[in-house]
């Protein structure tokens, strides 16, 4: 079946740095692609649409210059986090379509800790 | 927007018992409704799902139904077995293949031997 791919898995970085997470679709080509966050115990918040070749797409209360979203081709999309904190310490997921009469396709997620 | 409540947030079943989730959401747009089981440290992985022109969709010992009217969509496992153990979460859309998806708040189901 399609897959997704999250890198890296876990990350670990100090505060005020960036961390840039990818996330691709293996064997298909996404044009949408969708970012979630999941604080421990928590549901899956949707941060954003990433749209191939285009801007992405914020939810409310989501800041965009934060979470730098880019999706330059049809098999990737990257989420920055920058100048991150220790409340951004999060579990990050990905989903994509691959078209047609598909589901969502999730990655397996990036664990991110911030120090 | 769409909102999406879910219960119960917790649910111990003895093994061969049954277990049942409850969701319900608020846009009548929504139009497909998932559900996924999530291992601890992984992504969610689709289980079932129903879209709105069905009323009840089951597979093997996993069955959902949805109440459009009442706008509510239930999850029933059936014969439960420790490997079912895991958090499960409902969620709902306007579109089965390319809207977003609203996440319910999630039930950590836990299946004793």
């Known amino acids: 079946g399609a897959v997704v791919s999250q890198h890296p898995s876990w990350v670990i970085c100090k505060s005020g740095t960036s961390v840039k997470i990818e996330c691709r679709s293996l064997d298909f080509q996404a044009t949408t692609m969708f970012w979630y966050r999941q604080f421990p115990k928590q549901s899956l918040m949707l941060m954003a649409t990433s749209n191939e070749g285009s801007k992405a797409t914020y939810e409310q209360g989501v800041e965009k210059d934060k979470f730098l979203i880019n999706h330059a081709s049809l098999t990737l999309s990257t989420l920055t986090v920058t100048s991150a904190h220790p409340e951004d310490s999060s579990f990050y997921i990905c989903?994509?379509?691959?078209?047609?009469?598909?589901?969502?396709?999730f990655g397996q997620g990036t664990r991110l800790t911030v120090v | 927007g769409e909102n999406v409540e879910q219960h119960p947030s917790t649910l111990s079943v003895q093994e061969g018992d049954s277990a049942v989730i409850k969701c319900t959401y608020s846009?009548?747009?929504?139009?497909?409704f998932p559900w996924y089981k999530q291992e601890l440290g992984k992504g969610p992985q689709l289980i079932i799902d129903?879209?709105?022109?069905?009323g009840e969709k089951k597979d093997q010992r996993i069955a959902v139904t949805l109440n459009k009217t009442a706008k509510h969509f239930s999850l029933h496992i059936t014969e439960t077995q420790p490997e079912d153990s895991a958090v499960y979460f409902c969620a709902a859309s306007r579109s089965y293949n390319t809207d977003k998806l609203i996440f319910g708040t999630g039930t950590r189901l836990q299946v004793f031997p």
């Open positions: 846009d009548s747009a929504s139009n497909y």
């Open positions: 989903s994509a379509y691959r078209g047609g009469n598909t589901e969502a396709f």
């Open positions: 129903i879209r709105s022109n069905v």
